[in-house]
């Protein structure tokens, strides 16, 4: 019940394309879920968060939608760069737990 | 403005062997974490601590011992190493709650 199930395992993307990368929940005690963005040789790095209490967030070109029925958020890339390539991590956390639980990673591309 | 820092970047260790996983931040942070990151696994939570004084087990705490003796400081102690642990080990800190984790840039260890 503490997983969060991260799809595509990979993903290959045009530059100036959207990238979506999904992610599905089973515990409904989760009330706060971070993207982290990790590029070769570094550590993951807060990218975008949401809350249950709003459907959609927006930062710049990154865009959380979250569907609170049906447990699923996604991250958004819309017009995806070069830079852009790097593993995603979406993450989930209980209000009551002191850690998160990361999704397993997306490895994106953004071809030039 | 260091952050979290790891030492050592890269190590290989003979099976047996034993060794300490140096994290150090300097943003006073209560929360500290270890996780390790293998390839399609995403990140697991090994230990944590909320304080100095204080540790609890992660998801995989099994031939891992942490301790927190002061604020900065959180080493990740290896014993008796084996090929399971070869992995890319991570150290983050927060101030807890949906705060967002900083991470170190990892400590890649091989057993061979």
């Known amino acids: 019940q503490q997983q969060v199930k991260q799809s595509p395992q990979s993903l290959i993307v045009q530059k100036g394309g959207i990238s979506i990368i999904n992610c599905a929940y089973e515990?409904?005690?989760?009330?706060?879920f971070p993207w982290y963005q990790q590029f070769p040789g570094k550590g993951p790095a807060l990218l975008i968060a949401i809350r249950p209490d709003v459907s959609e967030k927006k930062e710049g070109r990154f865009t959380i939608s979250f569907n609170k029925s049906a447990k699923q958020f996604s991250l958004h890339i819309m017009d995806s760069q070069p830079g852009d390539s790097a593993t995603y991590f979406c993450?989930?956390?209980?209000?009551?737990?002191?850690?998160?639980?990361f999704g397993s990673g997306t490895q994106l591309t953004v071809l030039p | 403005n260091a952050g979290v820092t790891q030492t050592p970047k890269f190590r290989i260790l003979k099976i047996g062997q034993s060794m300490t996983l140096q994290c150090a931040q300097d943003?006073?942070?209560?929360?500290m974490y270890w996780y390790r990151q293998d390839p399609g696994m995403g990140l697991k939570l090994i230990y944590y601590?909320?304080?100095?004084?204080?540790?609890d087990k992660g998801e995989v705490p099994n031939g891992y011992n942490v301790s927190r003796s002061t604020t900065e400081d959180f080493p990740l102690r290896l014993e008796l190493a084996a090929p399971s642990q070869t992995s890319v080990y991570f150290c983050?800190?927060?101030?807890?709650?949906?705060?967002?984790?900083?991470f170190g840039e990892g400590s890649r260890l091989t057993v061979l």
């Open positions: 983050a800190s927060g101030t807890g709650g949906a705060g967002e984790l900083f």
């Open positions: 515990n409904t005690a989760f009330d706060y």
């Open positions: 943003m006073n942070h209560n929360y």
């Open positions: 601590s909320v304080g100095a004084g204080i540790t």
């Open positions: 993450a989930a956390r209980p209000g009551s737990a002191r850690q998160l639980t």
